[in-house]
Structure formats: C-alpha cells, structure tokens
C-alpha cells in the first residue's frame, strides 16, 4: 500500500509539473490553441457518438430511441470530419463566436435574473444586474472580435490548467504530510 501511495503521490508531482508547463506554453501562442482545442472537440465528439450507439444497441428493442442513434451517428460523423478532415480549422474559427454567444447570453439571462430577485426582495439583485450588464457588453464586444475572444479562450483554458498543476504539486505534499499523520496516529 505504501509503495501504491508513493507512487500516487510522484504521478501528481510529475503531471503538475507537466500541467503548469502546457498552461504556461499555451499563454505564449493562444490562437494556436484553438485548432488543438477543436482536434480534442472532435476526439470528444466521436467518443460520445460511439457511446451513444453502443447504449442504443444495448437497450432492449422497446426502449430503442432511434434519436439517440441518429445522435451518435452525427456525433461520430462531425467528430471523424473534425479530427481527420478540414473541420479541425472550421471548428477553431467557429469556437471565438459560439464562446460569445454563450458569454452574451449568460449576461442577458443575469439581468433578466436580477429582476426576479428584486421582486422577491432579494438584496443580491443589484449585483446580478452588474454583472449581467457586464456580461452582456463584454460578449457583444467578444462577439465582434473573434481575436480577442479566442485569445480569452485560450488564456483560460491555460489559467485552468496552471492552477490545476499547481493543485496537483500541492496534493503531492499534502499527501505525504497525511501519511507521516497517519503513521504516527498507528504507531509506525
């Protein structure tokens, strides 16, 4: 068991290393992250497409929904035309606008928000208002300017991964500090 943990605790530091080096090299060419992060858009989507029609086969005939099916086979469709392809790049330029329109919406659904926290007297309202307005000309700006979106894509994707390697490097010494811990409370 020992041996296990230890080796647990070396494949944290060693992938959070990894991890906080791919954020750090992904801040450095962010526009060229987009068309990678479209080629693993496309590895998801055939994955998802087979497990949709390995479920659909495995259902029995009566509960066989034959729209989960056609879900699997466009998954696997536009997943296999985006991996092996040109959708890999029509992906990548398309990405910018579909992360705006999600911005712009999020930001509009807010504000419409903050109207019923007000009518239920909620003090929060005025927050969510801000930041709904926020959002709102944020993913308008974001929608006319496919640059800047896909470098705030990709600056996130890499702010995710760095704190989430530095996460990793922190478990690998907590982990040692819980085991010394635990030897001491077994009298080892």
């Known amino acids: 068991m020992k041996k296990i943990i230890n080796l647990m605790r070396w494949m944290l530091l060693i992938s959070g290393i990894l991890i906080v080096i791919l954020g750090i090299t992904m801040l450095f060419s962010p526009l060229d992250n987009l068309v990678t992060l ?10 998802s497409g087979v497990s949709e029609i390995v479920s659909f086969c495995g259902e029995k005939k009566k509960y066989r929904s034959s729209w989960m099916l056609a879900s699997g086979i466009l998954s696997v469709l536009f997943g296999a035309w985006t991996v092996f392809g040109h959708g890999t790049e029509a992906l990548a330029a398309f990405l910018p606008f579909i992360f705006a329109a999600w911005v712009l919406s999020s930001g509009i659904m807010r504000v419409v928000g903050s109207g019923y926290l007000k009518s239920e007297g909620s003090f929060l309202w005025g927050w969510m208002l801000t930041f709904g ?20 894509i990709s600056f996130s994707l890499a702010l995710i991964l760095i704190s989430h390697g530095i996460d990793n490097i922190i478990l690998f010494y907590r982990i040692k500090k819980i085991g010394n811990y635990i030897r001491e409370r077994l009298g080892e």
């Not at 479209?38 to 994955?47: C, D, K, Q, S």
């Not at 307005?133 to 705030?152: A, D, E, K």
């Open 133 to 152: 307005i926020l959002g709102t000309v944020f993913g308008f700006l974001l929608l006319f300017s496919p640059i800047l979106s896909g470098v705030v």
């Open 38 to 47: 479209a080629f693993f858009i496309g590895i998801l989507m055939v994955i």
